[in-house]
T-cell receptor, first 114, second 115 residues
């Protein structure tokens, strides 16, 4: 069965620190990849997505992610976090052809200290 | 104002009662989804529907039922058969993309508590 693993469950950083959140998936075929963010009290919203093309994807608010097919990974990065980045982050994967089945990781809670 | 609405925001029910959660979208999306969010477990797919009058079970469909009589509406019923119904329920919708999946857009969620 397909699965998505996010290695860090709870991350605490100071403002201006760099961020990298890990995401690995288990599926050997072609995939679509997503990072969603849930700010406190707000809807789950899309940060960025990868369907094809350049494996380095840029999203909103200065976030980016790199798809490394050989490592089955899609790690999220931001060079300098802000207090407003405090949120829960979810990686999600869809196996192409598996219509409607979006598999989410467990989520990573990021706390940024001012 | 386009988007996905879920009602109510908070819902309390007694054990043994069925309860229906509402989800409406005015984005003209074909596909709609129901997820359950529990702490430390991410989101798990309950049911999804790609077209009116058709829906499929997700990974944790037991104890739940859905209907899709209209494109904009996808209500979820949590039945008394669901062993652990207390959770945060999220509805999502997406356009179809060449028969595949596209970005899912989420509603604000309903927090269900069983007393």
């Amino acid at each position: 069965a397909q699965s998505v693993s996010q290695h860090n469950h709870h991350v605490i950083l100071s403002e201006a620190a760099s961020l990298e959140l890990g995401c690995n998936y288990s599926y050997g075929g072609t995939v679509n990849l997503f990072w969603y963010v849930q700010y406190p009290g707000q809807h789950l919203q899309l940060l960025l997505k990868y369907f094809s093309g350049d494996p380095l994807v840029k999203g909103i608010k200065g976030f980016e992610a790199e798809f490394i097919k050989s490592k089955f990974s899609f790690n999220l990065r931001k060079p300098s976090v802000q207090w407003s980045d405090t949120a829960e982050y979810f990686c999600a994967v869809n196996a192409q052809g598996n219509t409607g089945k979006l598999i989410f990781g467990q989520g990573t809670t990021l706390q940024v200290k001012p | 104002d386009g988007g996905i609405t879920q009602s109510p925001k908070y819902l309390f029910r007694k054990e043994g009662q069925n309860v229906t959660l509402s989800c409406e979208q005015n984005l003209n999306h074909d596909a709609m989804y129901w997820y359950r969010q529990d702490p430390g477990q991410g989101l798990r797919l309950i049911y999804y529907s790609q077209i009116v009058n058709d829906f499929q079970k997700g990974d944790i469909a037991e104890g739940y039922s859905v209907s899709r009589e209209k494109k904009e509406s996808f209500p979820l019923t949590v039945t008394s058969a669901q062993k652990n119904p207390t959770a945060f329920y999220l509805c999502a919708s997406s356009p179809t993309r060449g028969g595949g999946i596209d970005t899912q857009y989420f509603g604000p969620g309903t927090r269900l508590t069983v007393l």
